[in-house]
């Protein structure tokens, strides 16, 4: 038996990219990086003080761009799975950052967005960024002032790309959750949508403790991704996967 020909579906979490460097969200008491969620996260946070979540988003994306902060071995194993997999494959992270482009991923989709672009949400102009926002920013199409943001998914908003992802996982074979928590929907029901299709679909977790839905996969990988997902993608090469 070899996964790699069959759909592969991999949903990946913050925990992938915390031995690169990066604060995952539920550390300390559902704080990330010693912010309260719903004073960065949300739009009634970005209504009541836009330059606080601004601040926040530009301290993000000045830590994600340090040359230390480069993709682990668990993305670079996920580029290399891409690469034997003889069927169709596609990665949906959760992650803003852009840690598995940087390890060479292609088929890839960002549910929550990115910290590559801005929007406005006034006309909808995308502006690819390298600077620090601050409310004062004028969008240079509708040239109106006080609209343009991050282009992430906060907390009560739809993710992204959601009819390519369920399109995909309609003809998912194996599907992969790594690092994440499983607490952040609609990304933790993706196992549910799967099981209720009544097929046999191979499940694999990797995270390094139990997660809400550990008991729903077929087997889960305790430990380091950096270490897990190389030892898996042996394990593949080699036929046992
Ligand atoms: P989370 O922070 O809620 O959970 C992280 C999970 O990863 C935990 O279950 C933890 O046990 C596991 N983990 C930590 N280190 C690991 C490792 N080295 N190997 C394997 N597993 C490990 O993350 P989530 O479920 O992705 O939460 C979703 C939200 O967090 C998303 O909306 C995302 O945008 C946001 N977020 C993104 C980043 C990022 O872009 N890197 C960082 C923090 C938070």
């Known amino acids: 038996m070899t996964i790699t020909n069959k759909n592969i579906f991999i949903l990946t ?7 690169s460097g ?7 008491d559902g704080l990330w990086d010693n912010h309260k969620i719903e004073e960065v996260c949300t739009i009634e946070a970005f209504q009541k003080n836009p330059d606080k979540v601004n601040r926040f988003y530009n301290e993000r994306k000045i830590s994600f761009n340090r040359s230390e902060i480069s993709p682990n071995k668990g993305h670079i ?3 290399e799975l891409e690469k034997i997999c003889k069927k169709d494959f596609l990665i949906v992270t959760q992650n803003i950052d852009s840690l598995h482009e940087k390890a060479g991923s292609k088929n890839l989709l960002h549910m929550h967005g990115s910290l590559e672009s801005l929007y406005c949400m006034y006309c909808g102009n995308k502006i690819a960024y390298d600077f620090d926002l601050d409310s004062s920013y ?6 109106k002032p006080g609209n343009v ?3 992430v998914v906060w907390f009560g908003e739809q993710p992204k790309y959601l009819d390519q992802i369920y399109k995909f996982l309609d003809k998912t074979e194996v599907f992969i959750s790594i690092g994440t928590s499983n607490n952040v929907y609609p990304a933790a029901g993706f196992i549910d949508y799967i099981l209720s299709r009544k097929e046999k679909i191979l499940l694999y977790e990797f995270n390094l403790e139990e997660t809400a ?5 077929t087997e889960s990988f305790k430990g380091y991704a950096s270490e897990t997902l190389p030892n898996f993608l042996e394990l593949v090469s080699n036929g046992i996967y």
Do not use: Y
């Open 22 to 28: 990066i604060k995952t969200f539920r550390e300390k």
């Open 213 to 217: 839905k550990s008991g729903l996969f």
């Open 13 to 19: 979490g913050a925990g992938i990219s915390s031995e």
């Open 138 to 143: 004028v969008c240079f199409k509708c040239k």
């Open 77 to 79: 194993a996920l580029f």
């Open 149 to 151: 943001r991050v282009d």
